[in-house]
């Protein structure tokens, strides 16, 4: 290398990276400082528990807003106090601090007396020298309620689909049927759905293939026997 490049290397190494208050940034310390700084501020409902006892050490604001209690009431809580559960709340809590699962879905109670649907991932962490457990709690309350609807909707539709007595069904563009209801299948005499699902539309149904256009094949069709 030219001489002037080696004065890249001749230089003393870096000293550790350092905070405002001159402590380095890699020390316990000033991680549990970071920490906490997160554990504050951020948006995300997060709690800190005693894993032995299932007590409440610590909740952030946004723990705060979102259940009701103040930081004193609190941390007078167990986590049998907030689930609904208190049993599926203590198995997720040991379940937890075994590392067997981080992910769990339970109802909570707010301090108001409203039952949510939550979504925890807790993981053991050290602070101060003390074993706790942090969780970070999604409300899904919202989600669930959504999903539910969807699923009785379905359900309401499945109930439709196979009582009403006009022939329903679905195919493909492609000619083949998707779905059909009991009284298309007994509308066009074939034994099953699934035998109706292996035949050709446009040749087995139509006299003129034409007949069926392909802006339609993917359609609901309800045909009404006469």
């Known amino acids: 290398f030219p001489s002037h490049d080696k004065r890249r290397f001749d230089t003393p190494p870096a000293k550790a990276v350092t905070c405002m208050n001159e402590q380095p940034f890699n020390s316990t ?4 400082q970071v920490f906490h700084g997160i554990f504050k501020n951020h948006e995300a409902i997060m709690l800190l528990i005693e894993p032995a006892a299932g007590q409440v050490v610590d ?34 809590c040991t379940q ?8 769990f879905v339970m109802a909570h109670k707010l301090a108001n007396g409203e039952i ?3 979504e ?6 050290e602070l101060a020298g003390r074993q706790l457990l942090f969780s970070i709690i999604h ?11 969807k699923r009785h909707s379905a359900e309401q539709y499945s109930a439709l689909f196979e009582r009403i007595m006009d022939g329903i069904y679905r195919s493909t ?27 050709d539309i ?12 392909s802006h339609i094949l993917d359609t609901v069709a309800i045909v009404t026997g006469k």
């Open 29 to 32: 310390g000033n991680l549990e």
């Open 59 to 92: 909740a952030n604001p946004a723990a705060l807003r979102f259940y009701g209690y103040s930081l004193a009431q609190f941390k007078q809580l167990h986590i049998t106090d907030l689930a609904v559960n208190p049993h599926e709340a203590i198995a997720a």
């Open 96 to 103: 937890a601090v075994q590392r067997q699962q981080n992910h």
């Open 116 to 118: 949510r649907t939550i």
């Open 120 to 125: 925890a991932y807790p993981a053991p962490i």
């Open 139 to 149: 409300d899904i309350t919202a989600y669930k309620k959504a999903e539910e609807e």
């Open 173 to 199: 563009h492609t000619g083949r049927f998707v779905d059909v209801n009991p009284a298309m299948i007994k509308m066009f005499g074939f034994a099953s759905k699934e035998e109706m699902q292996s035949i």
């Open 202 to 213: 446009k040749t087995e149904l139509y006299f003129e293939p034409e007949e069926r256009g």
